[in-house]
């Protein structure tokens, strides 16, 4: 079997592009992709080179980690039948492409995946390209509920990821929590939460933090703003060293925490939010593409301050 794929040969050097896939076992699932997202985290680190040295990467690769279609064929194994539709968090189906060996380490950008029952979940048709977004969901819905954590009362960055911290710290139970973001194009479409510059937030007194923008150096900045014993958590993915003056952190006994990716249990938790109507994923997908159009779409969902989340429409 072949099917199409996004395929990242190097930094900034993207196409569609056509790569076998490996042959099906007995628990495993061929899924027809319907959507699949462009994550503006790892992925625009794989398409900028900056991504640190990590387990599995390289080049050429498929990228992608956010995938939802319907399974198109099941193994007797698998759980599933034709017809379900389902999240697929990636997968490590590619053989050779035109450009020889790809690299699978997300894979989840292509119009047909192969992919281990296990690893996927069942949604409701009715997502739609929301689906996608499961994953991104199940990270924010990981750190604010992970492990020793406490509901955030200040967020910052109102990207898709902190709009959905702040929604999910709602759907908790949570009071609705202070968000920051530097970008007025970023400072709209908040639900039930209020959100500003932080220049414009005086308050020194904060009990958790949680930072979704990922931005370099701003340990500092956070840790002068919380309370004695306060937290701060680390919700981004960051290139650099993380480092802070240890004083301020002292004279508070700061707790610092990194949230980690999410769990098959985040899934299913975040999977519950959304059918009991506790979550919405509503109006977070603001861009879409065909993914014919690919190197425009990932240029776009890296640059542009008004793309929260785009997708790519493998439909077509």
């Not at 861009?287 to 240029?299: G, Q, T």
Request: one cysteine or more; hydrophobic letters at 40%; a negative charge.
């Amino acid at each position: 079997m072949q099917t199409d794929a996004i395929i990242l040969s190097a930094p900034r050097q993207l196409s569609l592009g056509r790569v076998g896939l490996k042959a099906p076992g007995p628990g495993d699932l061929v899924v027809r992709v319907a959507h699949s997202g462009i994550s503006t985290g790892t992925e625009r680190l794989f398409w900028s080179g900056e991504m640190p040295p990590f387990p599995g990467m390289g080049y050429p690769l498929v990228p992608g980690y956010e995938a939802a279609g319907e399974v198109i064929d099941a193994g007797p194994a698998s759980g599933f039948s034709a017809g379900d539709h389902v999240f697929v968090p990636g997968a490590n189906c590619f053989e050779d492409s035109e450009q020889g060996p790809v690299y699978g380490l997300f894979g989840g950008a292509a119009q047909t995946l192969v992919t281990d029952a296990a690893r996927v979940i069942r949604i409701d048709p009715g997502m739609g390209a929301e689906g996608a977004l499961l994953a991104l969901a199940a990270t924010a819905r990981h750190a604010v509920a992970g492990t020793h954590s406490g509901l955030p009362d200040l967020i910052v960055g109102h990207g898709v990821l902190g709009r959905l911290v702040a929604r999910i710290t709602l759907a908790l139970g949570g009071p609705a929590p202070q968000v920051w973001d530097t970008s007025p194009a970023r400072r709209t479409g908040a639900q039930g939460y209020p959100v500003c510059h932080p220049e414009d937030d005086p308050r020194r007194d904060y009990r958790c933090i949680l930072d979704a923008s990922g931005a370099d150096g701003i340990l500092d900045q956070l840790i002068g703003r919380i309370a004695r014993g306060g937290e701060v958590v680390l919700a981004g993915f960051y290139t650099g060293r993380i480092d802070f003056g240890f004083v301020p952190a002292f004279m508070r006994e700061a707790r610092l925490r990194i949230a980690a990716e999410w769990t098959p249990q985040d899934l299913v938790a975040t999977r519950a939010l959304i059918e009991t109507g506790a979550l919405s994923l509503a109006g977070l997908i603001t861009h879409r593409a065909d993914p014919a159009d690919a190197p425009r779409a990932y240029e776009q969902a890296f640059s542009d301050a008004d793309c929260l989340k785009m997708i790519l429409d493998w439909k077509g």
